[in-house]
């Protein structure tokens, strides 16, 4: 059986990254229930708020099971949730996870997601002796894809047709990111951005 994995505490120049609240639930459903910030998603808004409560359950389930961490990301200047990022599917046999994240809108353009994956996989890297992280982004949405090349992930190739977005059926980039190719050294926070359009 696999051993579960302890949930960190990480901190970066402008945010908090921990483990979920049941008292997260209210934010996590205004991220969730909005149809501008889930526009690329291949899941629809939520219209419960017992879907939030779920989320927090299913959280402490994959660390329980070992098969990743998913953490809340707080502002340090006023504690404000803006949103979460996760590593999943972790493989200890192929050294191998998955990477995502989701913002709030008014958190976009301001460095925040990836100055929070940054920490994560740092984390990763350090404590999962991980060799591969993958993630997959809409091709319309150019700021993810963005974030993960900041990051130092490489485009490896296209998913046709592999979601359902809004009834629309879309296509998904696919990103690797290999160890040998990782730099964590941190990026200088930006002063000022103008934020453009899209995730953070």
Partial sequence: MRASLPTPSLHTARLRLRAFEDT???DLFALHSSAY???????????ERARAERFITACRQMAQEGTGVRLAVDRSSDGA???WCTLGR???????ASLGYCYDDAAWGHGYATEAARALLRWAFDTLDLNR??????TRNVASARVLEK???VREGTLREDCVVN??????????????EWQPLSEPVP??????PGAG
Avoid: K
């Fill in 151 to 153: 990051l130092g992930f």
């Fill in 167 to 180: 009834g629309e059926v879309s296509d998904s980039w696919v990103y690797g990111l290999i160890r040998r």
């Fill in 191 to 196: 002063a000022h951005r103008v934020p453009p």
């Fill in 37 to 47: 910030v889930l526009r690329y998603w291949d899941s629809p808004p939520w219209r």
């Fill in 81 to 83: 949730f803006i949103g």
């Fill in 24 to 26: 997260d639930a209210n």
């Fill in 133 to 138: 992280v993958q993630a997959e982004t809409d």
């Fill in 90 to 96: 972790w493989n200890p046999e192929y050294r191998s």
